[in-house]
Protein backbone atom coordinates (compact mmCIF):
# COMPACT_ATOMS: atom_id res chain seq x y z
CA UNK A 1 0.00 0.00 0.00
CA UNK A 2 1.17 3.43 -0.87
CA UNK A 3 0.85 5.91 2.04
CA UNK A 4 -1.04 8.81 0.47
CA UNK A 5 -0.13 12.42 2.17
CA UNK A 6 -3.67 14.05 3.59
CA UNK A 7 -4.17 17.47 3.23
CA UNK A 8 -5.82 19.68 5.16
CA UNK A 9 -9.68 20.37 4.55
CA UNK A 10 -8.82 23.86 4.84
CA UNK A 11 -7.69 23.63 0.98
CA UNK A 12 -9.98 21.55 -0.08
CA UNK A 13 -12.31 23.97 -1.49
CA UNK A 14 -11.20 27.45 -3.41
CA UNK A 15 -13.17 29.89 -4.54
CA UNK A 16 -12.88 30.34 -8.39
CA UNK A 17 -11.05 33.34 -9.65
CA UNK A 18 -13.45 36.15 -10.37
CA UNK A 19 -13.70 36.61 -14.35
CA UNK A 20 -11.13 38.89 -15.80
CA UNK A 21 -12.65 41.87 -18.12
CA UNK A 22 -12.59 41.20 -21.56
CA UNK A 23 -10.01 44.79 -21.94
CA UNK A 24 -7.51 42.69 -20.39
CA UNK A 25 -8.14 39.39 -22.37
CA UNK A 26 -5.17 39.97 -24.56
CA UNK A 27 -2.62 41.10 -21.74
CA UNK A 28 -3.86 37.71 -20.17
CA UNK A 29 -3.37 35.79 -23.33
CA UNK A 30 0.02 37.26 -23.77
CA UNK A 31 1.41 36.60 -20.57
CA UNK A 32 0.06 32.90 -20.93
CA UNK A 33 1.95 32.40 -24.03
CA UNK A 34 5.27 33.65 -22.48
CA UNK A 35 5.01 31.15 -19.77
CA UNK A 36 4.21 28.58 -21.90
CA UNK A 37 7.25 29.07 -24.18
CA UNK A 38 9.60 28.76 -21.05
CA UNK A 39 11.58 26.20 -20.37
CA UNK A 40 8.96 23.87 -18.44
CA UNK A 41 6.46 24.47 -20.95
CA UNK A 42 5.76 20.78 -21.42
CA UNK A 43 4.42 20.67 -17.75
CA UNK A 44 1.73 23.41 -17.65
CA UNK A 45 -1.70 22.56 -18.59
CA UNK A 46 -4.42 23.99 -19.05
CA UNK A 47 -7.24 23.51 -16.49
CA UNK A 48 -10.93 24.42 -16.03
CA UNK A 49 -10.79 25.27 -11.96
CA UNK A 50 -8.30 26.37 -9.73
CA UNK A 51 -5.12 25.06 -9.00
CA UNK A 52 -5.12 23.69 -5.38
CA UNK A 53 -3.14 25.09 -2.74
CA UNK A 54 0.04 23.02 -1.42
CA UNK A 55 -0.11 22.15 2.33
CA UNK A 56 2.47 24.49 4.51
CA UNK A 57 2.71 22.03 7.27
CA UNK A 58 4.79 19.05 7.88
CA UNK A 59 2.96 15.33 6.74
CA UNK A 60 4.00 12.66 8.60
CA UNK A 61 3.28 8.77 6.41
CA UNK A 62 3.98 5.59 8.09
CA UNK A 63 4.32 4.31 11.25
CA UNK A 64 4.50 7.06 14.17
CA UNK A 65 8.12 8.55 14.73
CA UNK A 66 9.25 8.38 11.15
CA UNK A 67 8.52 11.66 10.06
CA UNK A 68 10.77 14.52 10.13
CA UNK A 69 10.31 15.54 13.64
CA UNK A 70 11.85 12.20 14.88
CA UNK A 71 15.36 12.94 13.28
CA UNK A 72 16.49 16.23 15.23
CA UNK A 73 13.75 17.32 16.73
CA UNK A 74 10.85 16.82 19.21
CA UNK A 75 7.34 19.12 19.92
CA UNK A 76 7.45 20.49 23.27
CA UNK A 77 4.73 23.24 24.55
CA UNK A 78 3.38 23.70 20.65
CA UNK A 79 7.30 24.60 19.68
CA UNK A 80 9.63 22.57 17.81
CA UNK A 81 12.87 22.34 19.87
CA UNK A 82 16.30 21.60 18.73
CA UNK A 83 17.66 18.32 20.22
CA UNK A 84 20.60 17.57 18.38
CA UNK A 85 22.31 16.90 15.29
CA UNK A 86 22.21 13.31 15.14
CA UNK A 87 21.20 11.63 11.70
CA UNK A 88 19.23 8.46 13.60
CA UNK A 89 16.12 8.51 15.38
CA UNK A 90 14.36 6.07 18.28
CA UNK A 91 16.58 3.91 20.49
CA UNK A 92 19.79 2.28 18.69
CA UNK A 93 20.51 -1.31 19.86
CA UNK A 94 24.38 -1.56 20.81
CA UNK A 95 25.05 -4.62 18.89
CA UNK A 96 26.58 -3.66 15.76
CA UNK A 97 28.77 -0.39 15.12
CA UNK A 98 27.08 0.23 12.04
CA UNK A 99 23.53 0.82 13.62
CA UNK A 100 25.38 4.09 15.02
CA UNK A 101 26.80 5.91 12.17
CA UNK A 102 29.08 8.94 12.55
CA UNK A 103 26.34 10.45 15.31
CA UNK A 104 27.54 8.08 18.18
CA UNK A 105 31.34 7.82 19.37
CA UNK A 106 32.92 4.43 19.66
CA UNK A 107 35.24 4.34 22.68
CA UNK A 108 37.07 1.45 21.52
CA UNK A 109 40.95 3.21 21.67
CA UNK A 110 39.36 7.15 22.20
CA UNK A 111 40.60 9.40 25.16
CA UNK A 112 43.98 8.63 26.70
CA UNK A 113 44.59 8.92 30.45
CA UNK A 114 47.72 9.05 31.62
CA UNK A 115 51.40 10.46 32.71
CA UNK A 116 53.53 12.89 30.99
CA UNK A 117 57.17 13.30 31.21
CA UNK A 118 59.19 15.49 28.96
CA UNK A 119 61.48 13.06 26.72
CA UNK A 120 64.57 15.26 27.39
CA UNK A 121 64.24 14.58 31.56
CA UNK A 122 64.24 11.30 30.46
CA UNK A 123 66.83 10.94 28.39
CA UNK A 124 69.00 13.06 30.95
CA UNK A 125 68.18 10.55 33.78
CA UNK A 126 68.91 7.69 31.73
CA UNK A 127 72.33 8.99 30.97
CA UNK A 128 72.98 10.21 34.82
CA UNK A 129 71.65 6.61 35.95
CA UNK A 130 74.11 4.85 33.17
CA UNK A 131 77.21 6.84 34.06
CA UNK A 132 76.95 5.84 37.58
CA UNK A 133 76.14 2.56 37.27
CA UNK A 134 79.09 2.28 34.63
CA UNK A 135 81.43 4.16 37.37
CA UNK A 136 80.26 2.32 40.14
CA UNK A 137 81.26 -0.72 38.95
CA UNK A 138 84.31 0.17 37.73
CA UNK A 139 85.08 1.75 41.46
CA UNK A 140 83.76 -1.84 42.96
CA UNK A 141 86.37 -3.75 40.67
CA UNK A 142 89.43 -1.53 40.94
CA UNK A 143 89.10 0.06 44.54
CA UNK A 144 86.88 -2.76 46.21
CA UNK A 145 84.30 -0.03 47.05
CA UNK A 146 80.42 -0.28 45.54
CA UNK A 147 79.90 3.55 47.52
CA UNK A 148 79.15 4.77 44.23
CA UNK A 149 76.77 2.09 43.19
CA UNK A 150 75.26 1.91 46.10
CA UNK A 151 74.09 6.09 46.04
CA UNK A 152 72.97 5.09 42.17
CA UNK A 153 71.07 2.37 44.02
CA UNK A 154 69.48 4.64 46.07
CA UNK A 155 68.28 6.80 43.99
CA UNK A 156 67.20 4.19 41.27
CA UNK A 157 64.86 1.90 43.34
CA UNK A 158 62.77 4.83 44.66
CA UNK A 159 62.27 6.53 41.19
CA UNK A 160 60.89 2.55 40.00
CA UNK A 161 58.59 2.30 43.02
CA UNK A 162 57.36 5.59 42.35
CA UNK A 163 56.45 4.98 38.96
CA UNK A 164 54.78 1.31 39.93
CA UNK A 165 52.93 3.03 42.80
CA UNK A 166 51.62 5.98 39.95
CA UNK A 167 50.66 3.04 37.72
CA UNK A 168 48.76 1.24 40.20
CA UNK A 169 46.92 4.01 42.15
CA UNK A 170 46.96 6.76 39.13
CA UNK A 171 43.29 5.77 38.04
CA UNK A 172 42.34 6.38 41.79
CA UNK A 173 43.68 9.47 42.31
CA UNK A 174 42.10 10.45 38.99
CA UNK A 175 38.93 10.06 40.49
CA UNK A 176 39.33 11.70 43.73
CA UNK A 177 40.41 14.83 41.77
CA UNK A 178 36.85 14.81 40.03
CA UNK A 179 35.38 14.03 43.44
CA UNK A 180 37.06 16.87 45.25
CA UNK A 181 36.86 19.73 42.25
CA UNK A 182 33.76 22.08 43.30
CA UNK A 183 30.79 22.21 40.94
CA UNK A 184 30.08 25.18 38.95
CA UNK A 185 26.25 26.57 38.03
CA UNK A 186 26.25 26.88 34.44
CA UNK A 187 24.48 30.02 35.24
CA UNK A 188 27.23 32.05 35.95
CA UNK A 189 30.09 29.72 33.49
CA UNK A 190 32.21 32.11 30.87
CA UNK A 191 32.12 30.57 27.80
CA UNK A 192 35.56 28.90 27.21
CA UNK A 193 36.08 27.97 30.94
CA UNK A 194 36.81 24.78 32.00
CA UNK A 195 33.91 23.03 34.73
CA UNK A 196 32.44 20.57 36.43
CA UNK A 197 28.78 19.96 36.17
CA UNK A 198 26.45 17.49 38.29
CA UNK A 199 23.31 16.91 37.65
CA UNK A 200 20.71 14.35 35.57
CA UNK A 201 20.95 13.58 32.36
CA UNK A 202 18.36 13.06 29.28
CA UNK A 203 19.10 11.24 25.95
CA UNK A 204 19.31 13.52 23.08
CA UNK A 205 18.21 13.07 19.92
CA UNK A 206 19.69 9.22 19.80
CA UNK A 207 18.85 7.10 22.90
CA UNK A 208 21.44 4.03 23.45
CA UNK A 209 20.79 0.45 24.40
CA UNK A 210 22.57 -2.16 26.25
CA UNK A 211 24.17 -4.96 24.48
CA UNK A 212 23.09 -7.82 26.55
CA UNK A 213 20.69 -6.69 29.18
CA UNK A 214 19.29 -4.51 26.65
CA UNK A 215 18.58 -1.73 28.69
CA UNK A 216 16.47 1.10 26.90
CA UNK A 217 17.12 4.90 27.23
CA UNK A 218 21.14 4.95 28.19
CA UNK A 219 23.52 8.39 26.71
CA UNK A 220 26.44 5.63 27.63
CA UNK A 221 26.57 1.53 27.42
CA UNK A 222 29.57 -0.39 27.78
CA UNK A 223 29.81 -4.43 27.24
CA UNK A 224 33.22 -6.30 27.44
CA UNK A 225 34.17 -9.99 27.29
CA UNK A 226 36.95 -10.94 29.30
CA UNK A 227 38.77 -14.31 29.01
CA UNK A 228 41.42 -15.86 31.76
CA UNK A 229 44.20 -17.50 30.51
CA UNK A 230 45.83 -20.21 32.64
CA UNK A 231 49.12 -22.08 31.63
CA UNK A 232 49.00 -22.43 27.78
CA UNK A 233 45.83 -21.50 27.05
CA UNK A 234 44.54 -19.69 24.66
CA UNK A 235 45.16 -15.67 24.10
CA UNK A 236 42.47 -13.18 24.40
CA UNK A 237 44.72 -10.85 22.31
CA UNK A 238 48.39 -10.73 20.87
CA UNK A 239 49.85 -8.90 24.24
CA UNK A 240 47.63 -11.26 26.30
CA UNK A 241 50.12 -12.73 29.46
CA UNK A 242 49.64 -16.33 31.27
CA UNK A 243 47.55 -15.94 34.49
CA UNK A 244 45.84 -12.77 33.80
CA UNK A 245 42.46 -11.74 32.25
CA UNK A 246 42.22 -10.38 28.85
CA UNK A 247 39.92 -8.34 26.76
CA UNK A 248 38.43 -10.35 23.92
CA UNK A 249 35.84 -8.13 22.71
CA UNK A 250 34.68 -5.04 23.54
CA UNK A 251 31.89 -2.52 22.78
CA UNK A 252 31.74 1.46 24.29
CA UNK A 253 29.33 3.66 22.54
CA UNK A 254 28.45 7.21 24.11
CA UNK A 255 26.04 9.92 22.27
CA UNK A 256 25.61 13.33 22.87
CA UNK A 257 23.18 13.94 25.74
CA UNK A 258 21.75 16.94 28.03
CA UNK A 259 22.50 17.49 31.30
CA UNK A 260 20.50 19.63 34.31
CA UNK A 261 22.03 21.38 36.45
CA UNK A 262 21.47 20.51 40.28
CA UNK A 263 22.46 23.95 41.28
CA UNK A 264 20.62 26.58 38.56
CA UNK A 265 18.02 24.13 36.86
CA UNK A 266 19.70 25.13 33.93
CA UNK A 267 20.02 22.32 31.19
CA UNK A 268 23.41 22.37 28.60
CA UNK A 269 24.14 20.13 25.85
CA UNK A 270 27.21 17.22 26.75
CA UNK A 271 28.81 17.16 22.63
CA UNK A 272 30.14 13.43 23.82
CA UNK A 273 28.83 12.33 20.13
CA UNK A 274 30.47 12.98 16.17
CA UNK A 275 34.05 11.51 17.46
CA UNK A 276 34.46 13.66 20.55
CA UNK A 277 37.35 12.83 22.68
CA UNK A 278 35.38 11.25 26.05
CA UNK A 279 36.84 9.85 29.06
CA UNK A 280 34.48 7.99 31.11
CA UNK A 281 34.67 6.05 34.05
CA UNK A 282 31.37 4.01 35.06
CA UNK A 283 31.73 0.79 37.23
CA UNK A 284 30.85 -2.34 34.89
CA UNK A 285 29.00 -5.35 36.81
CA UNK A 286 29.54 -8.92 36.01
CA UNK A 287 27.05 -10.05 34.27
CA UNK A 288 27.87 -14.01 33.16
CA UNK A 289 30.10 -15.53 35.11
CA UNK A 290 31.77 -18.72 32.95
CA UNK A 291 34.03 -20.85 35.00
CA UNK A 292 34.90 -25.28 34.81
CA UNK A 293 32.34 -25.91 37.66
CA UNK A 294 29.87 -23.89 35.38
CA UNK A 295 29.95 -24.73 31.64
CA UNK A 296 25.92 -24.44 31.27
CA UNK A 297 25.75 -21.36 29.39
CA UNK A 298 22.50 -19.72 28.82
CA UNK A 299 20.89 -19.48 25.64
CA UNK A 300 20.67 -15.80 25.34
CA UNK A 301 24.65 -15.62 26.31
CA UNK A 302 25.07 -18.77 23.48
CA UNK A 303 23.29 -15.90 21.05
CA UNK A 304 25.05 -13.13 22.03
CA UNK A 305 28.35 -14.96 21.35
CA UNK A 306 27.15 -15.96 17.82
CA UNK A 307 26.03 -12.64 17.02
CA UNK A 308 29.22 -11.44 17.25
CA UNK A 309 30.98 -14.73 15.81
CA UNK A 310 32.86 -15.59 18.89
CA UNK A 311 33.41 -19.24 19.54
CA UNK A 312 31.81 -20.52 23.12
CA UNK A 313 34.69 -23.51 23.55
CA UNK A 314 36.29 -24.55 27.15
CA UNK A 315 37.05 -21.03 28.12
CA UNK A 316 36.61 -19.22 31.43
CA UNK A 317 34.80 -16.14 30.54
CA UNK A 318 33.50 -13.02 32.01
CA UNK A 319 30.98 -10.55 30.62
CA UNK A 320 30.70 -6.96 31.91
CA UNK A 321 28.04 -4.37 31.62
CA UNK A 322 28.00 -1.14 32.35
CA UNK A 323 25.62 1.86 31.26
CA UNK A 324 24.62 5.20 32.61
CA UNK A 325 20.49 5.20 32.05
CA UNK A 326 18.34 8.93 31.40
CA UNK A 327 17.59 10.11 34.59
CA UNK A 328 20.95 9.22 36.57
CA UNK A 329 22.95 11.45 38.40
CA UNK A 330 26.44 12.06 36.46
CA UNK A 331 29.00 14.36 36.66
CA UNK A 332 30.61 15.92 33.50
CA UNK A 333 34.04 17.95 33.41
CA UNK A 334 34.63 20.23 29.47
CA UNK A 335 34.57 23.39 27.86
CA UNK A 336 31.65 25.65 28.28
CA UNK A 337 30.52 27.54 24.59
CA UNK A 338 27.82 29.59 24.54
CA UNK A 339 26.28 30.00 20.96
CA UNK A 340 23.18 31.51 19.88
CA UNK A 341 21.27 31.04 23.18
CA UNK A 342 22.55 27.74 23.29
CA UNK A 343 24.50 26.07 26.52
CA UNK A 344 26.82 23.36 25.16
CA UNK A 345 29.59 21.44 27.17
CA UNK A 346 32.71 20.23 24.27
CA UNK A 347 35.87 18.47 24.61
CA UNK A 348 39.13 20.78 25.47
CA UNK A 349 41.38 21.42 23.07
CA UNK A 350 44.24 20.42 25.24
CA UNK A 351 44.47 17.29 27.88
CA UNK A 352 43.86 18.50 31.60
CA UNK A 353 46.27 17.53 34.35
CA UNK A 354 44.91 16.84 37.55
CA UNK A 355 48.10 18.09 39.28
CA UNK A 356 50.52 16.81 41.80
CA UNK A 357 48.71 15.13 44.80
CA UNK A 358 52.05 15.25 47.09
CA UNK A 359 49.97 13.59 49.94
CA UNK A 360 49.18 10.91 47.91
CA UNK A 361 52.61 10.49 45.83
CA UNK A 362 51.10 10.87 42.68
CA UNK A 363 52.59 12.90 39.39
CA UNK A 364 50.01 14.63 37.64
CA UNK A 365 47.60 12.56 35.30
CA UNK A 366 46.51 13.99 31.71
CA UNK A 367 42.94 13.47 30.85
CA UNK A 368 41.94 13.91 26.72
CA UNK A 369 38.29 15.23 25.84
CA UNK A 370 35.27 14.84 28.33
CA UNK A 371 35.62 13.27 31.79
CA UNK A 372 32.07 11.26 32.33
CA UNK A 373 31.83 9.68 35.92
CA UNK A 374 28.70 8.33 37.43
CA UNK A 375 28.41 6.64 40.84
CA UNK A 376 28.24 2.49 41.40
CA UNK A 377 24.48 2.27 42.76
CA UNK A 378 23.44 3.92 39.86
CA UNK A 379 19.75 1.86 39.60
CA UNK A 380 18.94 3.43 43.10
CA UNK A 381 19.13 6.99 42.14
CA UNK A 382 17.39 6.85 38.62
CA UNK A 383 14.86 9.82 38.48
CA UNK A 384 12.02 9.28 36.13
CA UNK A 385 12.23 11.73 32.79
Known sequence: MFDIPVVDQQYSSIPPVPKQPSRHSSSSQHTSRSVRSGPNSGSIKKSSGPMPLQPTGLITSGPLGSGPLSSGHRRSSGQLEHTGSGSLSGSVSGSSKALYGSAVTCLTDNAKVGFRVSRVVMWVLTVVVAMGLLIGFFLMVA???AVILVAVGGILVPLILGLVWNCVWGRRGLLQFVRRHPDAELREAIDGQYIKVTGVVTCGSIALESSYQRVPRCVFVSTELYEYRGCGGKSAHPKHRFFSWGSRYSEKYVADFYISDLQSGLRAIVKAGNGAKVAPFVKPATIVDVVKENRDLSPD??????DRKLSSDDRIMCLKEGYIKEGSTVSVMGV???????????PPQEPESTGCQWYRCLLPTYVEGIILTCDDEQNSDVVPV
Open 143 to 145: VKK
Open 301 to 306: FLRWLS
Open 336 to 346: VRRHDNVLMIV
